[in-house]
């Protein structure tokens, strides 16, 4: 190797033997790597200069020795299904891929927990676990990647009972800048000792080491579980509903909202048969066939007496299954209800209470805006999205990021968060001023700087540069 030799080309030297063909410069698959789903910049020559498939925590280690002592930045990639920016390179460097990475390692079905490698997605795992009686409950939509879902603190429609990702997780295998491989929590269902660091690096966005492994808690499939529908001619009665049901102490499996736009968008696409294009809301009961019937007609009394009508249940899983598909084929029918558009999501929370102001309120921006947006969120949380869709014009896009933001700062307002599961990355870094105080923050960028003090690890994500 010449001495004017690139420290990437030094690298690829140096791992090459070890990742044969696993490590790759190819054009393609450097594109493929450069983005998630959701925002891209819009500066294409943001790619990695290497792309490196790993297969264990050790080939992970090694990467990030090679790297550290090079200067050279990592950014983690999985299911690519990320929608704030995560996994653009901004200093190129290396794109770490750990999609490969799909073994699970332990199932312990008598402690109601296992352990899973990073590259694990939901839907592996709980084909898995059909014939134990147990299920993985977390559920954002997509392929996403587990370890991709504890980098974001990914969270879904059944976090309204059985919680985010942080809460389903007691503990991970984590990859250091250095290289140190080390082990946080383990399988029991609490502890008292040390530091948190699990929750540490749960949300972290790579950007303090690389998760490898998780240690997950896994959750009984219920003896019932109950589908069912409802609609409403206005916004606030299908809002209010769900304010009433979570106020009233059920423990719904999942409650979802879906506005008239999107409504419109998930019939024509996933071929709703039944339901009208006008505010609804889908809901799951989980538990024993008379719980669940019980669940199912105590939320019936509550649509009625907030205007609701054309309240359907049923237990058929072929039915609940035709529903669900079409909820998390939300995105996909969005992007299609306007042909040639783009599409930009926002992902909003605020306290429950004040869910109904904030959506009329986003209503309001949106209709002032002149461009189309979808709405659609998990309301037992307080948490929605809107699927802002904007043709391909001049100003659409600048008009895209305006609308955006004002949703965002109405939640603000409200008491709430610029991010409830899609996370920071780069496109709402800007927020986290407004959300975190100036002492915050600076405890944050020390954890940084002590984990990793040349800002190696997804460098330019999650947090902002002081001033």
């Known amino acids: ?98 999609s490969r990475m799909t073994r699970v390692i332990e199932m312990r079905p008598e402690d109601m927990t296992c352990r899973v490698e990073a590259g694990v997605t939901r839907q592996a795992l709980n084909h898995d676990l059909r014939d134990m009686g147990l299920f993985f409950a977390v559920d954002p939509g997509g392929e996403a990647t587990i370890g991709g879902m504890c980098a974001t603190r990914a969270s879904g429609t059944g976090a309204v009972r059985y919680g985010t990702i942080a809460e389903n997780v007691s503990g991970l295998t984590v990859v250091t800048v250095d290289g140190r491989v080390l082990r946080t929590g383990g399988s029991v269902r609490k502890s008292s000792t040390g530091y948190d660091l699990t929750h540490l690096f749960i949300g972290s966005e ?59 968008a998930c019939i024509r696409y996933s071929k709703l048969d039944g339901l009208r294009a006008l505010p609804s809301l889908f809901f799951e009961f989980h538990g024993t066939p008379t719980a669940t019937r019980e669940q199912a007609e105590t939320v019936r009394a509550i649509v009625d007496d907030n205007r609701g009508f054309d309240f359907r249940w049923s237990a058929s899983e072929a039915e609940r299954l035709a529903l ?63 699927l802002i869709l904007y043709p391909p014009e001049p100003g659409a896009y600048e008009r895209a990021v305006a609308l955006d933001h004002q949703i965002i700062a109405r939640a603000l307002a409200l008491g709430g968060s610029a991010s409830g599961e899609h996370g920071i990355g780069m496109a709402k870094q800007m927020f986290m001023t407004r959300e975190h105080d100036a002492n915050a923050l600076d405890v944050m960028r020390a954890i940084k700087a002590a984990l990793d003090p040349a800002n190696l690890l997804n460098p330019g994500k999650l947090l902002p540069p002081a001033d």
């Open 1 to 98: 190797m010449p001495e004017t030799a690139k420290p990437i080309e030094r690298l690829a030297t140096a791992l090459a033997p070890h990742f044969g063909d696993r490590l790759t410069a190819n054009s393609v698959v450097r594109e493929q790597h450069s983005h998630g789903e959701g925002w891209r910049s819009p500066d294409a020559t943001l790619q990695p200069e290497l792309v490196i498939f790993a297969e264990t925590t050790n080939e992970v280690a090694r990467v990030l020795r090679e790297c550290s002592t090079r200067g050279i930045a990592v950014t983690a990639f999985g299911g690519g299904t990320s929608l704030e920016g995560q996994t653009t390179p901004l200093r190129g460097g290396v794109s770490l891929d750990l």
């Open 206 to 264: 790579g950007t303090l080491g690389i998760i490898t492994e998780i240690q997950l808690r896994l959750h009984g499939i219920p003896e019932s579980v109950v589908g069912a529908t409802c609609q409403f001619e206005t916004l606030s009665d299908a809002i209010d509903t769900a304010v009433m049901v979570m106020q009233s102490g059920l423990p719904v499996g999942r409650m979802e909202f879906l506005d008239e736009v999107q409504m419109d």
């Open 324 to 386: 669900w598909k079409a909820r998390h084929a939300a995105y996909f029918a969005g992007t299609a209800y306007r042909p040639g558009w783009s599409c930009m999501t926002t992902d909003a929370i605020v306290p429950i209470s004040r869910l109904t102001e904030l959506m009329t309120g986003a209503k309001a921006d949106i209709a002032a805006s002149g461009l189309v947006a979808p709405i659609l969120g998990h309301v037992g949380d307080g948490n929605f999205h809107t």
